[in-house]
């Protein structure tokens, strides 16, 4: 603002000179030249500033769907695979625990190295064996258990290639790399070569992916307990968040006493309580919950009673807003009537008030769902194979289970890192499109 | 699963005191609802009420505080060389946790059995205690409140005090939560300036706070002077609001002067995806995707980057706050009165010299409000500093070099580490009270300027 404008300076006064030198033709063309090339410049800048935040936001996705969509599938071969009843239950009794404890391995390297031919030596031998995923005797071993009847029969089964495999599969190892830097020998990749011309190798969608817990081997990992986890956590988030906000909501809109220096205290509190850093209130739910009445770690519950507080200022805040936008004239009708305060509020202004309150609420779980740093310090953050049963069991969340992938060093985890994220972008995107829908109704009305 | 049982028997309860409540309340009226004061209905809600508060607030109070008595309890039953506080003694309390449940424990000694058997029968013993209590509250709250039902008893009355009543223990929920922040903090941070003092930790410019096992190590004490990570966090917070603040006021000037409402309408809700994407979402890129693209370019020219620079971490968490710079902003403009524009544009200014010149004077004080909310926003925030910063300390101003932040020291310090007298993890504490009190300063500062400035113009 320094810069002075000369049309600023010398006001053009009632004299009018002609000849002033910056009054002549041509110096006010050459300024109003200068002065619209300066406001083009301008605008420019804004749609600029525009095009970047819009650029990077499209950026970031199409950077984690590129990363991504191939963490959704998986390399499987598919081996007809002879249940053995000699090596799986040499005593025929079909005890489960005979079943679950037996050796499923040769079950598959028997097929495999019928295929491959030359496998001699047990350094080639393993390193062929290195084609296939580790956690392929599981899926057999599932299939046995599931129905023993197969046993003695001969079944076309596609199993879990291992990570190695996998990403020179999908391309993201060169095959042109040096040996040394690759995973695969030479000798891995002529047999998975071997294996592809017999038309045995396949990429097919993961159902694993959605359906199992973490694995340290990329291949095997699923978001399926992180999904479970966050389900509890934020059914118990719901369940307190709601009623705790709507109830705080109505007293403080309806029945506080006005100017009132706690009412005034308790609405200061809550709007500096949705400012505060995400995770303080961990430290909170670290001190407070599982210091203080000791609460289980890695619990769902914790974590949903600290997602609980967090939210609760964004349930009553945009509760608030709703409540005070049902008209006066409605409340004044029903008292009229002979209706009590209770009456009023259960019978008029919450319904009328809901589907803002609600799309309140479902922009706070959202917030919630994609909260990770609290989770850290209340210790929801473990490697946990299993999927949890309820809350109280030890859970991740989706948000924690991609920090825990993005941390680790297997270059297959890179894939499912991104898929997770793009799962868990999925649910933010119908939550928040289920607000959107429900505010367009709100409004219209 | 004891607790859920009594809450469901207390349920059953009050239905059952529901419906004694509207039959005898009929029965008063004389077999009609005309002669009473309140409906029948309130009067069995009347009944539900005394029998259901106090045995839910007396099980609200056993739940918050019977953990703490019944530990007490058995670790004063213990041996007296095995009272003294520690790991070893939370070991010896798990063990007897599982020992009780059933599992079975580790290398469990005679005295955690023992333990254990009394834990189990003190349980037991305060489950039945409290279930005892429960019912006679329950049935002795019922009975009193249908002693009490008469005809010109004013039940509705009643019931809706107690409504209110509740509404106004929700409402007081905000404020607990505040004092137990607060009160944990300064707790715990009070601990930790017991072992390390207060001008070593505000002044000091050392950090590494890994505390030796042994107490004969070299450097076991760990040093905790936090002036590096202030600055670290300076350093991130100022990069990603360089980032942020054009941005962010050139959109929102857009939006509210030049955008069509149309567009507008399209705009506004796009930029605020970015603050809906997940914190860990920008960590995972600016780790994997921005650092090393930044990396990249500095060698191009011949510069030495570090893998975890300051830079990547500070573009992305720019990123992320832009939109909290262009809504507040975009409000704050839109306040401005149009007779102030129209004025201007009167004069013959040109749109942007009147932005230039008028508008976003006339807004500045809610824009400063509005950039001291993200600020306070790029301080709090953890994960992508957790994930995209570095973890040493390092005392510098150069972006392109590996810094660390407050938020990421107190997930490193609690993350996997579970005894809490160490000073280590006090140290947490003590730096969540900081970024406590630094945010809350900035939020208050920026929310009063703002309301000002609202008013101002209203």
Same mark, same amino acid.
Request: proline letters at 5%.
């Given at each position: 603002?320094?810069?002075?404008?000369?049309?600023?300076?010398?006001?053009?006064?009632?004299?009018?000179?002609?000849?002033?030198?910056?009054?002549?033709?041509?110096?006010?063309?050459?300024?109003?030249? /200068?002065?619209?090339?300066?406001?083009?410049?301008?605008?420019?800048?804004?749609?600029?500033?525009?095009?970047?935040?819009?650029?990077?936001?499209?950026?970031?996705?199409?950077?984690?769907?590129?990363?991504?969509?191939?963490?959704?599938?998986?390399?499987?071969?598919?081996?007809?695979?002879?249940?053995?009843?000699?090596?799986?239950?040499?005593?025929?009794?079909?005890?489960?625990?005979?079943?679950?404890?037996?050796?499923?391995?040769?079950?598959?390297?028997?097929?495999?190295?019928?295929?491959?031919?030359?496998?001699?030596?047990?350094?080639?031998?393993?390193?062929?064996?290195?084609?296939?995923?580790?956690?392929?005797?599981?899926?057999? &071993?599932?299939?046995?258990?599931?129905?023993?009847?197969?046993?003695?029969?001969?079944?076309?089964?596609?199993?879990?290639?291992?990570?190695?495999?996998? #990403?020179?599969?999908?391309?993201?190892?060169?095959?042109?790399?040096?040996?040394?830097?690759?995973?695969?020998?030479?000798?891995?990749?002529?047999?998975?070569?071997?294996?592809?011309?017999?038309?045995?190798?396949?990429?097919?969608?993961?159902?694993?992916?959605?359906?199992?817990?973490?694995?340290?081997?990329?291949?095997?990992?699923?978001?399926?307990?992180?999904?479970?986890?966050?389900?509890?956590?934020?059914?118990?988030?719901?369940?307190?968040?709601?009623?705790?906000?709507?109830?705080?909501?109505?007293?403080?809109?309806?029945?506080?006493?006005?100017?009132?220096?706690?009412?005034?205290?308790?609405?200061?509190?809550?709007?500096?309580?949705?400012?505060?850093?995400?995770?303080?209130?961990?430290?909170?739910?670290?001190?407070?919950?599982?210091?203080?009445?000791?609460?289980?770690?890695?619990?769902?519950?914790?974590?949903?009673?600290?997602?609980?507080?967090?939210?609760?200022?964004?349930?009553?805040?945009?509760?608030?807003?709703?409540?005070?936008?049902?008209?006066?004239?409605?409340?004044?009708?029903?008292?009229?009537?002979?209706?009590?305060? #209770?009456?009023?509020?259960?019978?008029?202004? #919450?319904?009328?008030?809901?589907?803002?309150?609600?799309?309140?609420?479902?922009?706070?779980?959202?917030?919630?769902?994609?909260?990770?740093?609290?989770?850290?310090?209340?210790?929801?953050?473990?490697?946990?194979?299993?999927?949890?049963?309820?809350?109280?069991?030890?859970?991740?969340?989706?948000?924690?289970?991609?920090?825990?992938?993005?941390?680790?060093?297997?270059?297959?985890?890179?894939?499912?890192?991104?898929?997770?994220?793009?799962?868990?972008?999925?649910?933010?995107?119908?939550?928040?499109?289920?607000?959107?829908?429900?505010?367009?109704?709100? &409004?219209?009305? | 699963?004891?607790?859920?049982?009594?809450?469901?028997?207390?349920?059953?309860?009050?239905?059952?005191?529901?419906?004694?409540?509207?039959?005898?309340?009929?029965?008063?009226?004389?077999?009609?609802?005309?002669?009473?004061?309140?409906?029948?209905?309130?009067?069995?809600?009347?009944?539900?009420?005394?029998?259901?508060?106090?045995?839910?607030?007396?099980?609200?109070?056993?739940?918050?505080?019977?953990?703490?008595?019944?530990?007490?309890?058995?670790?004063?039953?213990?041996?007296?060389?095995?009272?003294?506080?520690?790991?070893?003694?939370?070991?010896?309390?798990?063990?007897?946790?599982?020992?009780?449940?059933?599992?079975?424990?580790?290398?469990?000694?005679?005295?955690?059995?023992?333990?254990?058997?009394?834990?189990?029968?003190?349980?037991?013993?305060?489950?039945?205690?409290?279930?005892?209590?429960? #019912?006679?509250?329950?049935?002795?709250?019922?009975?009193?409140?249908?002693?009490?039902?008469?005809?010109?008893?004013?039940?509705?009355?009643?019931?809706?005090?107690?409504?209110?009543?509740?509404?106004?223990?929700?409402?007081?929920?905000?404020?607990?939560?505040?004092?137990?922040?607060?009160?944990?903090?300064?707790?715990?941070?009070?601990?930790?300036?017991?072992?390390?003092?207060?001008?070593?930790?505000?002044?000091?410019?050392?950090?590494?706070?890994?505390?030796?096992?042994?107490?004969?190590?070299?450097?076991?004490?760990?040093?905790?002077?936090?002036?590096?990570?202030?600055?670290?966090?300076?350093?991130?917070?100022?990069?990603?609001?360089?980032?942020?603040?054009?941005?962010?006021?050139?959109?929102?000037?857009?939006?509210?002067?030049?955008?069509?409402?149309?567009?507008?309408? !399209?705009?506004?809700?796009?930029?605020?995806?970015?603050?809906?994407?997940?914190?860990?979402?920008?960590?995972?890129?600016?780790?994997?995707?921005?650092?090393?693209?930044?990396?990249?370019?500095?060698?191009?020219?011949?510069?030495?980057?570090?893998?975890?620079?300051?830079?990547?971490?500070?573009?992305?968490?720019?990123?992320?706050?832009?939109?909290?710079?262009?809504?507040?902003?975009?409000?704050?403009?839109?306040?401005?009165?149009?007779?102030?524009?129209?004025?201007?544009?009167?004069?013959?200014?040109?749109?942007?010299?009147?932005?230039?010149?008028?508008?976003?004077?006339?807004?500045?004080?809610?824009?400063?409000?509005?950039?001291?909310?993200?600020?306070? /926003?790029?301080?709090?925030?953890?994960?992508?500093?957790? !994930?995209?910063?570095?973890?040493?300390?390092?005392?510098?101003?150069?972006?392109?070099?590996?810094?660390?932040?407050?938020?990421?020291?107190?997930?490193?310090?609690?993350?996997?580490?579970?005894?809490?007298?160490?000073?280590?993890?006090?140290?947490?504490?003590?730096?969540?009270?900081?970024?406590?009190?630094?945010?809350?300063?900035?939020?208050?500062?920026?929310?009063?300027?703002?309301? /000002?400035?609202?008013?101002?113009?209203?």
């Amino acid at each position: 603002m320094t810069d002075r404008n000369p049309d600023h300076e010398t006001p053009p006064t009632a004299t009018g000179r002609v000849g002033h030198p910056l009054l002549t033709t041509e110096a006010v063309q050459r300024r109003l030249g /200068r002065r619209r090339r300066q406001e083009w410049r301008f605008q420019a800048y804004c749609l600029v500033a525009i095009g970047l935040a819009l650029g990077f936001l499209l950026l970031l996705f199409s950077d984690i769907v590129r990363k991504g969509w191939q963490g959704f599938r998986q390399t499987e071969v598919t081996f007809e695979i002879f249940f053995d009843p000699e090596q799986i239950d040499p005593t025929g009794e079909r005890d489960p625990e005979v079943l679950a404890a037996a050796d499923y391995a040769p079950l598959w390297r028997e097929p495999l190295r019928e295929i491959l031919g030359d496998v001699e030596g047990r350094r080639e031998r393993r390193a062929a064996y290195g084609l296939i995923s580790s956690g392929a005797v599981f899926d057999l &071993q599932q299939m046995v258990m599931a129905d023993a009847s197969i046993l003695g029969s001969t079944q076309s089964v596609a199993l879990p290639m291992s990570d190695a495999t996998d #990403l020179m599969m999908k391309g993201k190892i060169s095959r042109d790399l040096p040996e040394e830097e690759r995973p695969l020998t030479d000798q891995q990749l002529a047999w998975l070569d071997q294996l592809r011309a017999e038309g045995l190798v396949h990429i097919a969608f993961n159902t694993r992916f959605l359906s199992s817990g973490d694995s340290r081997s990329p291949e095997l990992a699923g978001i399926a307990g992180a999904v479970m986890g966050s389900f509890y956590a934020m059914v118990v988030t719901l369940l307190l968040a709601f009623p705790l906000g709507v109830a705080t909501a109505v007293y403080l809109e309806e029945f506080a006493p006005q100017n009132n220096r706690w009412i005034d205290l308790i609405e200061v509190n809550i709007n500096n309580l949705a400012a505060v850093p995400s995770i303080v209130y961990g430290l909170l739910g670290l001190a407070v919950f599982l210091n203080f009445f000791g609460l289980p770690r890695s619990a769902p519950l914790v974590g949903g009673l600290v997602l609980c507080l967090m939210t609760l200022p964004t349930i009553i805040i945009t509760g608030r807003v709703a409540i005070k936008a049902v008209p006066p004239s409605l409340r004044q009708a029903a008292y009229g009537l002979g209706a009590t305060p #209770l009456q009023v509020v259960r019978d008029h202004v #919450l319904p009328q008030a809901l589907p803002g309150i609600l799309t309140g609420t479902i922009i706070g779980l959202a917030r919630a769902l994609g909260e990770t740093a609290p989770l850290l310090m209340i210790g929801m953050v473990a490697f946990i194979v299993d999927i949890p049963e309820g809350p109280l069991s030890p859970a991740t969340a989706l948000p924690v289970q991609v920090y825990l992938w993005s941390d680790s060093p297997e270059r297959g985890f890179l894939e499912k890192t991104s898929a997770a994220i793009l799962v868990l972008l999925a649910f933010l995107i119908v939550m928040n499109g289920a607000a959107v829908w429900m505010r367009r109704r709100f &409004q219209t009305r | 699963m004891f607790i859920i049982l009594l809450i469901a028997f207390l349920l059953v309860l009050s239905s059952v005191a529901y419906r004694v409540g509207v039959k005898r309340a009929l029965s008063v009226g004389g077999g009609s609802a005309r002669a009473l004061h309140s409906l029948p209905a309130y009067h069995g809600l009347y009944m539900v009420c005394w029998g259901l508060l106090p045995a839910l607030a007396l099980i609200v109070v056993y739940l918050s505080v019977a953990p703490t008595l019944i530990e007490r309890t058995i670790v004063a039953s213990l041996p007296l060389e095995l009272q003294a506080e520690g790991p070893q003694r939370e070991l010896l309390l798990s063990d007897i946790e599982s020992l009780a449940v059933g599992d079975v424990a580790s290398q469990a000694g005679e005295v955690a059995r023992q333990a254990a058997e009394l834990l189990k029968s003190v349980r037991h013993r305060s489950m039945m205690g409290l279930a005892a209590i429960c #019912l006679v509250l329950g049935v002795g709250g019922a009975a009193f409140a249908h002693r009490r039902i008469e005809l010109q008893a004013p039940a509705i009355h009643r019931v809706e005090g107690a409504v209110k009543a509740l509404l106004f223990l929700a409402s007081l929920v905000a404020v607990v939560t505040t004092l137990g922040i607060v009160l944990s903090l300064v707790f715990e941070a009070f601990r930790f300036f017991g072992k390390v003092s207060v001008v070593e930790f505000l002044c000091g410019r050392e950090w590494s706070p890994q505390t030796a096992l042994r107490a004969d190590q070299v450097g076991s004490s760990g040093t905790f002077g936090a002036v590096p990570l202030f600055a670290g966090t300076l350093l991130i917070s100022g990069i990603a609001m360089l980032v942020a603040a054009p941005i962010g006021l050139l959109s929102a000037f857009y939006m509210a002067e030049y955008a069509k409402p149309r567009t507008r309408s !399209m705009l506004k809700p796009l930029l605020e995806i970015l603050a809906g994407i997940p914190t860990v979402v920008y960590g995972f890129f600016a780790a994997l995707t921005v650092a090393p693209a930044i990396r990249g370019w500095g060698e191009q020219w011949g510069l030495d980057v570090a893998s975890e620079s300051a830079m990547a971490a500070g573009l992305v968490m720019g990123v992320m706050i832009i939109p909290f710079v262009s809504s507040i902003s975009d409000d704050v403009i839109s306040a401005v009165p149009q007779g102030l524009r129209q004025a201007s544009l009167g004069l013959g200014a040109t749109r942007s010299e009147t932005i230039r010149r008028v508008v976003f004077p006339a807004a500045l004080p809610g824009i400063v409000g509005g950039l001291l909310l993200a600020v306070s /926003r790029a301080i709090g925030e953890t994960m992508i500093v957790t !994930m995209a910063a570095g973890l040493t300390a390092n005392l510098t101003a150069n972006p392109l070099e590996a810094v660390t932040t407050v938020t990421v020291q107190i997930v490193t310090l609690l993350v996997g580490d579970q005894e809490f007298d160490s000073a280590k993890t006090l140290a947490a504490f003590a730096l969540g009270l900081m970024l406590f009190l630094v945010t809350l300063i900035f939020n208050v500062i920026a929310l009063t300027v703002v309301r /000002r400035y609202r008013e101002q113009y209203d």
